[in-house]
């Protein structure tokens, strides 16, 4: 009788447990974020807060400003249209997968390069952005091309989640790699001295270099690096709107005014070979 009662609790529980796990309404990826968004007329965006040109915090007004988040601003005037609202929230290289996962973004678009291997965990929008990895390295450096790091006792600068770190390791592989957890800290690290470059994409680099002129980006790229927009995988129709949006502000030339907006003053940068 005893064994029986214990039995059948058990079997209560196990019923709970299914039913919580289940959910009432449908899972993440059960989801279509199209539809929730246009119900919402709300597009919730994962962007840098700390990449000068991309994504940076204005503490004067608390907005964040960057080509990355222009982008995101026509996308979703494309996809709701006039009426339709980007909201922002802050990633950084390492936590943005995380939180398109857990559905705290909608998409990410926050200088993400599109490789195969992301490809296996999320889905991409077409390439809206053309980069390539470089160095940025102290004025008087004598360091001129990624050969030139490829030393044993040499230190390189990168951040977590950033598809450079590994990059980097290929194409110096006796350097040691020092990963900080964001850009901010990266940079703080090349001016402590820690290592003798910092190594991301040639438009986050030429950033820094405008905002601290006792550093130069060198080496040209070394690798291509297109960004896309990252969504969760299953959600094509989402995809298919941003494509779509991409292709009509290339068209219209709203695209070329936000690469001369973000990147015509950049000393060094030649922002027309960006433009579509
Ligand atoms: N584009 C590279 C990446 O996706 C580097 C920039 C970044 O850390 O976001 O990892």
Redesign the pocket.
Known sequence: MKKQFRLATLLVALGALMLTLSGCGKSLSQQDVLQNDRKANTITWGV?AD?KLFGLMDVRDNQIKGFDVDMAKHITRHILGKKGKAKFIQVT?QS?IPLLKNGNIDAII????I?PQ?EKVVGFSNSYFD?G?SLLVPNGSKIKNVSDLNKSGTTVLG?V????VQNIKKFAPKARVLELQD?AQALTSLKAGQGVALT??NG?LYGMAVQNPGFKVVGGTFTR?P?GVAVNKGQKPFTNEVNKAIKEMEADGEYNQLIKKWFGNVPGFNYKELER
Not at 110 to 113: P, V
Not at 161 to 164: P, T
């Open positions: 840098k990449t290289s943005r926050a200088t993400m390069t490789t992301r980069a990895q951040v989640g950033a598809n450079s850009y991301t994409d986050i690096e960004y």
